[in-house]
């Protein structure tokens, strides 16, 4: 059983920019999926935005990045990013998930998305935000 923590930063329309330049400052390969892309765009002007990215170098330098949509709140100073916990093993994932509910707020249960077996989304007791997932076939 194995888990990584990537950094998952916010943005609000930049973050295809902000993964572009961080490619280019640390190498690797980029992975985009946009909105449109998932079927998730519940504002047109949105379509084209990040709804998932991802900077993966051979140097190890792994960062996650995805456009906040207009219908939620977004303040660069206080919600600009989040921690994710991905592994493959559900009950290793769920386990850390109840440990880190425990006095949380939660944003997104912890349950089936339409990208992974298991998704969640919560802010710890200490402010902190933590998205928890299951990815089948990750590869760390």
């Known amino acids: 059983m194995s888990v990584t923590t990537t950094t998952h930063l916010n943005f609000r329309g930049e973050a295809r920019a902000a993964l572009d330049f961080y490619r280019s400052v640390f190498g690797g390969d980029l992975a985009v999926v946009t909105y449109q892309d998932a079927g998730g765009a519940s504002d047109p002007d949105e379509g084209n935005q990040v709804m998932w990215g991802q900077v993966a170098a051979e140097n190890g330098f792994r960062v996650m990045a995805y456009d906040v949509p207009a219908r939620l709140p977004y303040d660069q100073g206080e919600n600009s990013l989040f921690v994710s916990v991905r592994g493959e093993d559900t009950a290793e994932v769920t386990a850390y998930w109840e440990k880190l509910s425990e006095g949380a ?11 992974a077996p298991l998704y969640g989304m919560l802010k710890d007791r200490y402010g902190v935000v933590w998205v928890l997932d299951v990815v089948s076939g990750y590869d760390g």
Request: overall charge neutral.
């Open 105 to 115: 707020s939660v944003v997104q249960p912890l349950g089936p998305s339409a990208w």
